[in-house]
């Protein structure tokens, strides 16, 4: 009896180790890039089905900053020619940016002749910092720096490089840019490392 007895509790030792096993798997895959990106895409949907309605249901919905970069590496977002791997990371009203950019494709189409624009030509690692919010239906950001390579580009370069090349091939995109957010967004509320949306 007392046999019988050891025998069961090693059974159910083993058991639980299984549980568990199974438990550390299913955690492991929930993370994976592909299961993220999916996430995101599916709480992407759920904001645009939701302003669809005439009163849209007024939870927060929030996307994990690891949502959000696996989605922009899924293939789903069209990026601006000549941007690779972007990568945000978000804290409390900012954002971070990292890439790689070939500003010659980014130039593509419209050469110039200032000097000062020469620094926006190849291959280049590029960190972007700017302000982000959504209030009331709108939202702002401003680009507070500019790094390329390690090396901060003066706020006048980077203003004459947005005026010649970025705004006329996004109009209202510029260092201070406002917008009116999709599908009855009412705010949007970077975090550490997330963004949380509230629709009306």
């Known amino acids: 009896m007392k046999l019988r007895r ?11 180790y299984l549980a568990v096993v199974a438990l550390a798997a299913i955690a492991v895959a929930a993370d994976t890039p592909h299961n993220l990106a999916r996430s995101a ?18 939870r927060p919905t929030q996307l994990s900053e690891d949502e959000i970069n696996a989605y922009l590496a899924s293939g789903k977002v069209k990026i601006p020619d000549g941007v690779e ?32 624009l020469e620094l926006f030509s190849g291959m280049h690692d590029v960190s972007v910092e700017a302000r982000a919010s959504g209030v009331n ?27 010649k090349y970025v705004t006329p091939k ?17 705010t949007a509320t970077v975090g550490t490392h997330t963004l949380t949306v509230t629709q009306h």
């Open 170 to 186: 996004y109009p209202g995109v510029g260092i201070d840019s406002t917008f009116a957010l999709p599908s009855k967004i009412d």
């Open 85 to 116: 791997n972007l990568r945000l990371i978000g804290v409390p009203g900012k954002i971070t940016g990292s890439c790689r950019v070939n500003f010659d494709r980014v130039r593509a189409g419209r050469g110039g002749s200032n000097p000062l």
């Open 137 to 163: 239906s709108q939202g702002h950001v401003h680009i507070d720096s500019v790094v390329i390579d390690g090396v901060e580009v003066p706020e006048f370069v980077l203003e004459l490089f947005v005026k």
């Open 6 to 16: 050891h025998v069961d509790f090693h059974r159910l030792l083993f058991k639980i």
């Open 41 to 58: 895409e599916d709480k992407l949907d759920y904001i645009q089905r939701n302003g669809e309605r005439q009163h849209p249901d007024a």
